[in-house]
């Protein structure tokens, strides 16, 4: 699974790059649970927690279905 999950990060990408951010895999837990580290503008964005959930989060379970959450850490 997280091939699928990092295949899907790098269509992301070039999307938060437009903004001044970017985003790391962190880890893919066993329960379907992703955690990623945003960067860059993004890192101190007061609007990441939208991002992370209306975003990444819908984009990444639409490519990886059985992805459960996204989380910052």
Do not use: H
Request: some cysteine; charged content about 30%.
């Amino acid at each position: 699974m997280r091939e699928k999950v990092e295949k899907a990060i790098e269509k992301i990408k070039p999307m938060l790059a437009a903004d001044g951010g970017s985003l790391e895999l962190v880890e893919v837990t066993s329960d379907g649970i992703v955690k990623v580290r945003l960067t860059g503008a993004c890192g101190g964005c007061p609007m990441s927690q939208m991002t992370l959930k209306m975003g990444i989060e819908r984009i990444l379970k639409k490519e990886v279905p059985e992805i459960k959450s996204v989380e910052a850490v």
